[in-house]
Every structure is written in structure tokens, then in C-alpha cells.
């Protein structure tokens, strides 16, 4: 087993946060180097949805060693992997490509700060495990 994995969910969270926010950072990437492709339909990764899904308490199931203990849960965490969608260019004018570069920068910069986010929270939690495991 992963050594995230053996932790609390809010850094499987992170994990699969971060895995996602990598994706989408390629898309957009790839988005951005087609802005000149005649006839390409710009992509977009939508996630967050089914992040909060999986985080809502909607589990897999719990695990016990003892009848008296807090029961932990499995989330569907594993199972987010975000929807791919296509947005078709709808002016009706030019080489019918949708994707627009001010859109896509101001999608990458957002994309780049919630990553950034996500890591520096990451970073924080274990650095918090490792003071622990130190003694304090």
C-alpha cells in the first residue's frame, strides 16, 4: 500500500488533487499549442464535482479492530478521474477553432495556484506528521 495512502483522507485528497490539477494543466497546455490549429475543438477537464462527491461521506465502507473504536472509511477517492468535455466553436466565423488564449491563460494561471495550494497544504500536513513522529 502507497505511503499516502496509509494516512487520513485529506491527504489522499491532496494526492488525488494534485494528480488531477497535473492533468488539467496538460489539457490546457495542449489547448493553448493548438490555439492556431484549424478546426480544433478546445478541451476542458471538469473534476471538482466528483472530488466533492467522493469527499461528501458517501463511502465504500468502514473498518473496525474493535467494536468501541471510531470506524475508519474508505472514500471513492480512487475512482474521481474528472470528465473530459469539448467545446465546439459556436461564433461561426474563422477556421472553427474554439479555443480562445485569454480564456485558457487566465485558466492556467488559476489551475497553477490551486495546484500550488494543494502542494503547499500537502507539504504542511507531513511536516506536521513528521514534528510528531520526532517527539514534538
Known sequence: MPFLQQLDTTTQMLQKVLDLRTKNQQIIGSNIANAETPGYSAKSLEFED???????GKHTGSVTTHPNHIPLQ???LDQVEGTLTTRADNT??????SVSVDQEMVKLSENQILYETAATMLKKKLSLLKYTINGG
Open 92 to 97: 461561426g466565423i474563422g477556421d472553427e477553432n
Open 74 to 76: 474508505s472514500t471513492n
Open 50 to 56: 466528483q472530488l466533492k462527491s467522493a469527499m461528501s
